[in-house]
């Protein structure tokens, strides 16, 4: 029954389980092994970059609760991101507040704007809804842009933030951010996990796979849509307090509506209605444009314009959103997928006869 | 900015001209550009994204076609050709392919295309500002001395002839009245004997060539350059005001959008008109989201 335990359920309870395959568990020690080998010999800037990714991360998982689960599509993440960074602002420059009070209040203040942002779901779906987050979007960068600008005469080029202090513990320097990243993000990830298949992830599936019908069976729609944007609000704006404070630094000019967009480039490219997939996307888009400045090192010197290689950094991306949602709508985590199916019927090609299954 | 010492609601003669000038431009870069986003809602329930992007690209190709041969009308040439190609492009490699998908893709794929058209405003164009300036014969002077060049005065007369274009081809053509049936029923529409394919892929191809139009004209008026893209959001804007699903509606959006605009610029504070579309979209969102003109059952209520 080995191999054919994969696709084979005798019970409700198995088709919740995270790690069905048996190499599963071993994969992910050794990724985390991996993981947590992975400072020892590399570069700053190569662990700057992995951090990056991780705060994609965790702003992505929230995304992809809201969207590839909820279904409620949303091009307001940016505010979201900006209201966590702009809580840090306030609460470290006014009123000199710890990190460990302040990232804790950027997502709850994250959870009130997410509650806001999350009303006109009630009344609106589909394109209306888009159209309602993205006018909240310029609301919000509004407001953080006049608070910018009364800030003082400094802020044009930013608001600094110092470095984090949890205890006597200095969080500086590439390295410690990414265990602590590590940290937070496998907490998240599983936190995430479970969430998507227990009773709020599969209310939240049902609402996206027609709204009416999960109605019927007696979800509470309000209640529920409201959750997804609270929990991806507050994803967001931990990941935007945490961004703050890695990069020292807060600028409302860094939260535009095309790092919306680069967010939802993420869960699309990772795959819709996948936690796995949301990291996966994370990385990816993340990466990409540094992957294509490298790129152009190869490439002869006159062809390498400032513009030319920033142009095709911010195109890529769009490139990315089209070709995957043409191409592979269920994005890297179906290619994954796939890749498992492959090796979980090898030698054969075929699709075994099941018929327990679809 | 307003000068120093003037009552802020008193427009002195020259100033109303101007006033009234301004805002009749306005209004025709952004009724071309709702019309534009309403006949896609229309034709295929897909709200572009990209309108702004478009227009932008659309008037660099304009100013560009006019610097390589130096002269307007092969510019105009170059205009019209980037619409067909264009339009006909996004539908039948896009959005043909995902009829039948979950709403959200054709959205996000029209983002898609306008983050890359915005790519290619800084790859192809660096991103440079420019005016578009045709080389016609100078401004008329107005009462009061304010301008209006030819420039502007073939904007307006441009867009009142694509409306009244766009209205007798819905009217009085066969294909117009087939158009109808599509945005209607595009199911049925194709059982009775009509080509969809066609149908949907003129959607877009008028749709760019208005957004262009809409680009050349704001081009003239103001400049191109990355940041003009926002027109796009204020052509939204209008469509919405005047209802997602009503043309007509989108006139009198765009000069409720210009007018908002223009008066905020003038009374209150230039920064504040970068955010307004935004603030007349909330409002138009919370109080009446089927806009003016539009139909309550087309709203996709929850």
Known sequence: MARAGTNLRTSYLESNEVLRRPYQKLLIALILAAALMLPFGSSDYFMHLINLCFLACIGALGLMILTGFCGQISLGHAAFLAIGAFTTVILTVHVKMPFLVVVPAAAVSGAIVGFLVGLPSLRFRGVYLAISTLAMHYAIVFLCTTYQANFGASASAGITIADPVIGSLRLRGEHAWYYFLLALVTLFTVGCVNLVRTRPGRAWMAIRDRDIAAEALGINLTRYKLAAFMLSAMLASVSGSLAAYYSNVVTVEGYTLDLAVIYVAMIIVGGMGSVLGGLLGAIFITLLPYAIDSLFEFLPRAWRFGSTVFGMQVGAVGVCIILFLLFEPKGLAEIWRRTETYFDRWPFRYRPLDTTRR | MRAEGIPPLFFRKSELVEFVATVIILTCTYAL?????????????????????????????FYSSGLIAGSPWFAAVGAVVFSIVTGAFIYAAMMRRVVGEPFYVAILITVGIAIVLKAAIIVIWRAEQVTIDVGVAPAIRLAG?????????????????????????????????????????????????????????????????????????????????????????????????????????AVVGAFIVALAQYLTVRLLDPVLSEALPFLILLVVMSVRPWGLFGTVEELDRV
């Open chain 2, 33 to 61: 550009l709702a019309a534009g986003i309403v006949i896609l809602y229309k034709a295929g329930r897909v709200v572009n994204f990209a309108h702004g992007e478009i227009a932008i690209v659309g008037g660099y190709v």
């Open chain 2, 145 to 249: 001395g304010a301008t209006l060049s030819y420039m502007d005065l073939a904007s307006i007369v441009l867009t009142i002839a694509f409306f009244v274009a766009l209205y007798l081809f819905f009217t009085f053509t066969r294909l117009g009245v087939q158009f109808r049936g599509t945005a209607e029923n595009a199911l049925l529409a194709s059982q009775r004997g009509v080509n969809v394919n066609l149908v949907l892929s003129l959607a877009w191809i008028i749709a760019v060539a208005a957004a262009t139009l809409s680009g050349v004209l704001y081009g003239g008026r103001a400049f191109l350059g990355s940041a003009s893209v926002t027109i796009g959001l204020a052509g939204l804007t209008a469509a919405l005001v005047g209802g997602l699903d009503s043309l007509r509606g």
